[in-house]
């Protein structure tokens, strides 16, 4: 089967939309319409009914999606195993969002060089949507994210638990003013709710930031207050330059292993997985 009328066919199951699904492809809705044509016609099922609102799978649709991801995998996969360096057995593609690559997952490079040198790495950086389009076509084997979305076909691992915690910088010559100006970072929806219900507490935030990284380098230079991952923090405590602001409300952070159901089968992925397991202990 052409593999890239199964990327197709993927495409507007997640967009909902033919036209969509071309903008995204960068194809024309006609050749997005000739694909899912002659897909059907291989099939001899109709795999979508169109409608004002979009495109809805039939249940023959519904029923191909997973073997849709599995093509759409299996050619990546062998993609990926041809492009072997020498010296390797195997690859295994993993991304992460930005922020948890300092520590947990550069620690987990290091783990993987050292315990499992046979097996070469690519390492991808990107947003959650980003992550899981690639991990849904194929592209990533794992991905490790804070707030996944369930994706029919993968299986989701929670690998760590981390606190998030109200933190701001020390105040000097009895400038308080400075240290308690509320930066608000944006840990995703799950850590706004949370933090709606006590939002009172901390005053309006004069700034918003989207990345955690950004903001506390933001507030070890000019000041402030706002809530970091514990572990981020604590070596910065230690050092003096930040204090934790007692009374404050903490909140639950979890970090998600995502992959393929398919992969259980991997002894590579597996061992990945388990080296994810081994750094968070």
Known sequence: MDIDRARTFLEIVHCGSFLRAADRLHVTQTTVSARIRTLEEELGRQLFTRNRNGAQLTPAGREFERYAQSFVQIWERARHQLAIPSGRTSVVAL?????L?????????????????EIAIHAHVGVPDQLLDQLRTGVLDIAILYAPKLLPG???EILQEEQLV??????KDGKRDAASTYVYVDWGPLFAAQHDATSTAFGEPGLFVGLGPLGLSYILRAGGMGYFRKGVVAPLIAAGELETVEGAPEFTYPVYAVYPEASEGRTDVQEALDGLKQVVR
Do not use: H, I, Y
């Open 95 to 99: 991304g992460g969002e930005l922020s």
């Open 101 to 117: 690559w300092n520590p947990l997952l550069l620690d987990w490079l290091v783990w993987m060089k050292q315990a499992k040198p």
């Open 154 to 156: 993968f299986k989701v």
């Open 166 to 171: 109200l933190v701001r910088t020390v105040a």
